[in-house]
């Protein structure tokens, strides 16, 4: 019978989040950019990690890879086949899919170019029919990723594979930005009922140190600037009224900037 699977946020350095993917007894870790609490984790909840799951090779992503492989000699490392990192791993890419054994899950690896060249997400199907998004640094909640090394039009494209996934796909993201992201988005969309909701419940949840993650992507279609480039008031807003949706993003994002 299948295990209920559990996602812990993990609060790592100034505002990423660690996500701790288990049933109880096995784990998997995304984006261990410290091994510290991460591994104060796994002794308070018995775990035992089987793998290690990387989206991008910045430092505050893989820093504690180090020291949770040297805890762990075990431990299994996925990282994209795209980039280099100064550890063993097993290199990946879409289409490719991850079996997770001892979870019993299976992972679609999503190649989603922009914050870097070789970012990856990772997306599953578990039952009882959840979906879950482990997105790094491309998607926030209300927000999208620097452009570091790709294009305005890679970012673009990779974003618009994330909108493509299930309404009801939760969307675990690395950083806590979605309070300052939606400050954000209300200069552009202050209309928006759902965009006003979304910051007072967020809000309240910062308010009580609580985690304003994972979000649900049908939320974010609805919220987020990056993933409404359609829309008539952003594009008011910035006062290019016959743009495209790609000229729309690549305005918004070099004024997100700034901001």
Not at 14 to 29: E, F, P, R, S
Not at 83 to 109: K, M, T, W
Not at 139 to 161: H, T, Y
Request: charged share 20%.
């Amino acid at each position: 019978m299948q295990t209920a699977l559990h996602i812990i946020a993990i609060p790592a350095l100034k505002d990423n989040y660690i996500w701790l993917m288990h049933n109880g007894q096995h784990a998997t870790i995304i984006d261990p950019g410290d091994a510290v609490p991460v591994l104060d984790a796994l002794n308070r909840h018995r775990l035992t990690p089987d793998s290690i799951l990387i989206t991008h090779h910045h430092h505050d992503h893989i820093d504690g890879v180090h020291a949770l492989c040297a805890a762990y000699p075990n431990i299994r490392v996925y990282a994209s086949q795209h980039e280099h990192y100064p550890f063993s791993y097993i290199g990946v890419r879409e289409p490719d899919c991850i079996r997770l054994e001892s979870l019993q899950i299976n992972l679609a690896v999503i190649d989603l170019p922009g914050h870097t060249l070789g970012h990856i997400a990772f997306f599953a199907s578990t039952p009882p029919e959840q979906k879950i998004l482990f997105c790094g640094d491309t998607l926030f909640g209300a927000g999208c990723g620097r452009l570091f090394e790709g294009s305005a039009e890679q970012m673009f494209i990779s974003l618009q594979k994330l909108a493509a996934l299930p309404a009801e796909t939760l969307v675990y993201c690395t950083h806590e930005y979605t309070l300052q992201n939606i400050e954000f988005a209300l200069r552009l969309e202050p209309s928006n009922p759902m965009l006003i909701k979304r910051y007072h419940d967020t809000k309240q949840y910062r308010a009580q140190r609580l985690p304003s993650l994972p979000s649900h992507l049908g939320l974010e279609l609805k919220t987020n600037p990056f993933l409404r480039c359609h829309s008539e008031e952003i594009k008011s807003a910035i006062h290019l009224p016959d743009a495209s949706e790609l000229q729309v993003f690549t305005k918004i994002r070099e004024i997100k900037n700034h901001y």
